[in-house]
């Protein structure tokens, strides 16, 4: 818990270098062989410094998947019609991944940040609300 705190306190208030998480991981891993964190634990301590060193922001709390053209529109909140509608017009800023031959994917990161990303106001395209 006490390393959860300090890894916020980080992302809130200074940049992480890479030395740093190397560091930070070597002494969690003497609490991790000591039995004072979980393998879980380590692994999530391990991967959310390394995500904040290269990204500089926490990783997101949304598991990476990807998703059916319909479950993105529903995540829209609009109609798959206008979704298909909206997409041949360019308006979205992310990118359908293809899934073998013909099937259609969204990575759900990409719905979730283009929902919360602030309107742009140079766009020519009205963002979907």
């Known amino acids: ?3 959860i705190a300090l890894i916020n306190n980080l992302a809130t208030t200074h940049l992480l270098r890479p030395q740093a998480v190397r560091l930070i991981c070597r002494l969690a891993a003497v609490l ?34 990807l998703i059916t053209p319909q479950e993105a529109a529903t995540m829209l909140g609009i109609s798959y019609s206008q979704f298909r509608a909206l997409e041949k017009e360019g308006a979205f800023p992310f990118k359908r991944k293809l899934v073998g031959n013909k099937t259609v994917r969204y990575r759900i ?18 963002r979907i609300s």
């Open 1 to 3: 818990m006490v390393m």
């Open 32 to 65: 991790l062989d000591s039995g004072g964190v979980t393998t879980g634990e380590y692994d999530l301590i391990s991967k959310t410094l390394q995500h904040l060193a290269v990204k500089g922001e926490l990783p997101p709390a949304i598991k990476p998947k």
């Open 109 to 126: 990161t990409d719905i979730v940040d283009y929902i919360n990303a602030p309107p742009e106001e140079s766009s020519n395209v009205s």
